[in-house]
């Protein structure tokens, strides 16, 4: 089955529905897309993605028509929906919509990644220091089964996590397992020479794009990873429980971790279903999660993606690159440090003074600055809806706290 596409985003609407083309929108128009007290600073997309109100409408909608399940039609509900969603993640990846699956949680994907990878004994399984606990239990337990070593790489001073990989990438590497930045200290990671590296030892290359996905350019066709998912509640302004998994088409007849109905080839035809099959639907929809279609978060899920393609990652990453740029500027004269010199643009993670508060995160938060304390860290992570004003409030806020 093919999906009709990421749909064009609708024009002309008035009032509260209003959808400003790409064109036509600003920077200032995009915080009116999302119910932001003008109090708030809201720098925590890397932990949760606030909805923008056309997501929340829509899945006001959805759950208003699960009262009334004979107002969406049987194909709609169970089979464009999702298709309309997995087209929309799909240009995030640079990837046909066939060769996405849609999952639950980043954990979800690795877990398909992992029954479908073997590795020899004695192999090796590389991951970051500080990486996400998802993308490491995945590794722990699949090099258990598998007899491979999992080894977690530090960098040293002054190294990047670029060079670091390529250093330890060797003939023993059977896989590496990483994400485009370092969850902890942000700093980013070159996945096309990663990729190329690990492709010339025969090696496979799974990534946990949570932190990066649209808002920081990435192409499977530079990058070629065998699987790569991410989240949709961070950055991709989604639901929580909804996210996208790219499955490289040379893994697209593997097997998936459960045996769900609509998974089958034929599964359209409801009258059908008990004459069992062994054929799936195409490409990667064999990977798709139980109950899949999930009639209340797919629209509101599709909405998130169509705000963010209206917007385009390009100039979603450079407005948020600017915003940090600023941050880093209020936050120097405090003892704040941007001391990662190959720092994603849009993931912001500040060295902290050595008296700085324990507690530094939830003074801010008193200040209606909403930010993440992560390890020694401070993560300060805003998204298209930043603005003067969140920039103003955070430097007002570290004066009252830090000065
Ligand atoms: C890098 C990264 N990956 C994944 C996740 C979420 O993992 P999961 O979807 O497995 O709950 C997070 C959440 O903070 C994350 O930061």
Redesign the pocket.
């Known amino acids: 089955m093919t999906g009709s596409g990421c749909p064009e985003p609708r024009r002309g609407l008035t009032g509260s529905q209003h959808r400003p083309t790409a064109e036509a929108m600003s920077t200032s128009s995009w915080r009116g897309l999302f119910d932001l007290p003008r109090d708030i600073a809201y720098f925590n997309a890397a932990?949760i993605g606030p909805m923008p109100r056309r997501g929340v409408e829509a899945g006001k909608a959805a759950f208003e028509a699960k009262a009334r399940p004979w107002t969406r039609s049987v194909p709609d509900n169970f089979f464009q929906g999702p298709e309309d969603v997995r087209s929309c993640a799909a240009h995030l990846f640079h990837a046909d919509a066939d060769a996405i699956a849609l999952v639950p949680?980043?954990?979800y994907g690795l877990a398909v990644a992992a029954r479908n990878l073997k590795l020899e004994a004695g192999q090796d399984i590389l991951v970051l220091a500080d990486q996400?606990p998802?993308?490491v239990y995945t590794w722990r337990t699949m090099a258990e089964r598998d007899g491979a070593n999992l080894r977690t790489l530090s960098r040293d001073q002054g190294q990047s996590w670029t060079e670091t990989l390529l250093t330890a990438i060797g003939p023993k590497t059977g896989l590496v397992a990483c994400?485009a930045l370092n969850?902890i200290d942000g700093g980013r990671i070159d996945l096309a020479s990663v990729g190329e590296a690990v492709r010339a030892v025969g090696g496979a290359l799974v990534l946990?794009l949570?932190?990066s996905l649209g808002v920081m350019d990435f192409d499977v066709r530079d990058v070629q990873p065998d699987f790569a998912v991410a989240?949709g509640y961070?950055w991709l302004l989604g639901p929580y429980t909804l996210?996208y998994l790219y499955v490289a088409p040379r893994h697209q007849d593997r097997q998936p971790l459960e045996e769900n109905w609509i998974n089958r080839a034929g599964s359209e035809d409801f009258s059908q279903l008990i004459n069992y099959r062994d054929d799936y639907q195409t490409g990667a929809r064999r990977f798709d999660m139980g109950e899949r279609s999930n009639h209340q978060l797919v629209p509101a899920a599709l909405e998130s993606l169509n705000v963010l393609e209206e917007i385009g990652v390009h100039e979603a990453s450079n407005h948020i690159a600017g915003i940090n740029q600023a941050l880093i500027e209020a936050a120097a004269p405090f003892g704040l440090r941007a001391d990662i010199p190959d720092r994603a643009p849009h993931y912001l993670s500040l060295g902290l003074p050595s008296d700085a508060p324990a507690d530094l995160a939830q003074q801010l938060d008193q200040r209606g600055v909403k930010v993440s304390q992560r390890g020694p860290r401070l993560r300060v992570s805003p998204h298209i809806y930043s603005d003067d004003q969140d920039i103003a409030r955070f430097a007002d806020a570290l004066k009252a706290v830090l000065s």
């Open positions: 932990q949680a980043a954990s996400f998802s993308n994400g969850w946990d949570t932190q989240a961070k996210g």
